[in-house]
């Protein structure tokens, strides 16, 4: 028996160690560089000489109205996270959970954005947008709609990208809110319809309360994304215009790569691991909180 578990106890490390050896080479060394070089001043070119500054980048991150504006701008994400991406992703999921013809053709064509590359994505709706010659403003001036320039006027560029992010999410959201609506035993229905409840009853007494886990799971993946949101802004805007959608991973991205204060932009992504990990913490107790 204490041969058998040795020999188990070494393939179970053998397994493991390949795992574990690419978890420390791709993300704790990396982050502790980060960490590292946060508090230097340097241009990024490796025979440059790193100058420490202590916590003079943090100060210059702190101190800049950009990096303000975009933690605002963080926040108008969540909250299109939630007032639209999460009540269009629950719909979605009871829709294909119905019994229907068209289910697997619906199915596939609301999964269909989250297949496509985050480029291609941010590219077609680029080309949609575009003034005059763009699809959309093209369907605003058949309905004489007011005209908008949707990605150049500061006021609707970062709510653009940010209806473009829930239309591109809603899919993957939609198989989580799926996953746990089947999990639902069937008879808490059955029983519930003997009883005289109605659909809207069903969903909110029972759907609601039987998925508090895969709300939770919604609520981390959503803060947490938006707080390291680059792709469709960076695409899309590039940050602008005038900065006006700027977001702390583009001006990460602007310090480090465009301007050469690689100090500065290690400050952020500290900023931004610190930020993520302590809202997924309090998202996570607030939840464990209602089962207590």
Not at 75 to 92: H, N, R
Not at 135 to 161: C, K, Q, R, T
Not at 171 to 184: K, Q
Not at 272 to 281: D, K, P, Q, R
Request: proline residues 4%; glycine residues 8%; contains cysteine.
């Amino acid at each position: 028996m204490v041969v058998g578990s040795k020999k188990q106890n070494w393939w179970d490390l053998a397994f493991i160690i390949p795992g574990l050896f690419l978890f420390v080479v791709f993300l704790i060394i990396p982050l502790s560089q980060s960490i590292y070089q946060s508090f230097f001043s340097w241009n990024g070119i490796a025979i440059s000489k790193m100058k420490f500054v202590g916590l003079k980048n943090f100060q210059m991150v702190f101190t800049n109205e950009y990096f303000w504006h975009s933690l605002v701008n963080v926040l108008l994400f969540m909250a299109g996270g939630f007032i639209v991406l999460m009540p269009i992703s629950f719909l979605l999921a009871i829709i294909i959970n119905k019994k229907y013809k068209l289910k697997r053709f619906f199915k596939t064509t609301f999964f269909m954005p989250v297949v496509l590359p985050l480029t291609a994505v941010g590219l077609m709706w680029v080309y949609l947008l575009f003034p005059e010659i763009g699809l959309v403003p093209i369907l605003m001036e058949w309905f004489h709609l007011p005209e908008i320039n949707f990605l150049g006027d500061p006021d609707w560029a970062i709510i653009s990208v940010i209806l473009v992010n829930e239309w591109t999410f809603a899919g993957l959201n939609m198989l989580i809110f799926s996953a746990g609506i089947v999990a639902i035993p069937e008879e808490l229905f059955e029983s519930a319809k003997i009883d005289g409840a109605t659909g809207w009853q069903q969903t909110r007494y029972i759907t609601f309360s039987m998925m508090k886990e895969y709300f939770k799971i919604f609520s981390i993946l959503c803060i947490t994304g938006c707080i390291k949101h680059f792709n469709l802004v960076f695409i899309m805007t590039g940050g602008g215009p005038n900065r006006a959608s700027e977001m702390p991973a583009t001006m990460l991205y602007n310090e480090a790569f465009v301007y050469k204060n690689f100090g500065v932009g290690n400050a952020i992504g500290v900023f931004l691991l610190i930020a993520g990990v302590t809202l997924s913490l309090l998202t996570n107790k607030l939840f464990s909180r209602g089962d207590d």
